[in-house]
């Protein structure tokens, strides 16, 4: 990476104001990565950052954190060494059986997940393997419906993460697994639409194992100052490629091991 600067805040401001309004009124913005690459990776972060205080203040309530460029070759692709992640609040949550509104979101993906529930706070910015297995209270297969508020998908690693890792909602499953016996690693994905499979995957593709990228949150977290909390979600990154979704569609999720997880579409406008 190269060297950052720091940028005035005003621009940070600017930039998250941009995406913000974005989300607001349903019009996506062009990329912001023009205004904040100047302050590198952490300038991203604080306009993140800046949006997160932003909701909190309005009354959003924080419920955990997704993991973005689990995939080693998505890295390479954007010029980083390490994943990223965004906020999730509880309006994000959608409960499997509910019809999704796409008038939610602007540019909707879906990705197939696994979603692990904390047990315990996580405070400790050199926390260990052991003790992230042990703080996983069970685990849900999960769709997460990715959205970006930059026109066109048109990103950089710098307008993803400033754009809250370019999140947009959340489908778990309702029945929870305990780690007990589950090998993460090996567990392979399919996610459908209509009996066509749309992605493939396994838990390797999530930095090699969902708790190896759990564990990687888990230590930043602790280190920014905003540690993963008991009861919080991970979604921890996603098993197979992101695939696109249409009015109507009803996508399906199956995890060996793990279980399946059904997101419905709704085909009306409004």
């Known amino acids: 990476m190269t060297s950052e600067t720091t940028l005035d805040p005003q621009v940070i401001d600017q930039a998250a104001r941009a995406l913000r309004e974005a989300a607001e009124t349903g019009k996506p913005t062009g990329p912001v990565r023009d205004l904040i690459s100047a302050g590198g990776v952490a300038a991203a972060y604080a306009v993140q950052d800046t949006n ?3 909701h909190i203040a309005n009354g959003r309530r924080l419920v955990g954190r997704k993991i973005g460029l689990t995939s080693l070759a998505v890295q390479r692709q954007l010029g980083v060494d390490q994943p990223d992640y965004g906020m999730l609040f509880a309006d994000m949550d959608v409960p499997e059986g509910i019809p999704v509104s796409l008038d939610q979101v602007i ?3 879906v990705e197939a997940e696994i979603a692990i529930v904390v047990g315990r706070d996580l405070p400790y910015p050199d926390l260990t393997t052991a003790e992230m297995i042990r703080a996983v209270e069970y685990v849900v297969p999960a769709i997460e419906i990715v959205d970006s508020r930059v026109a066109n998908w048109d990103i950089k690693i710098w307008d993803t993460i400033a754009d809250n890792a370019s999140s947009g909602l959340f489908v778990l499953g309702a029945v929870p697994r305990k780690l007990e016996n589950l090998d993460l690693r090996s567990c392979g994905m399919v996610m459908e639409v209509k009996g066509e499979p749309i992605s493939v995957g396994a838990g390797i593709a999530c930095l090699g194992s969902p708790i190896t990228a759990s564990l990687w949150l888990a230590r930043v977290m602790a280190r920014a100052g905003r540690p993963l909390l008991e009861g919080d979600v991970i979604l921890s990154g996603a098993l197979g490629p992101m695939a696109g979704v249409s009015r109507g569609d009803v996508v399906e ?9 059904r997101a419905a579409f709704a085909a009306d406008v409004g």
């Open 253 to 261: 999720a199956r995890i060996n091991g793990v279980g399946t997880v």
């Open 52 to 54: 997160t205080r932003h």
């Open 107 to 109: 540019q909707p993906k």
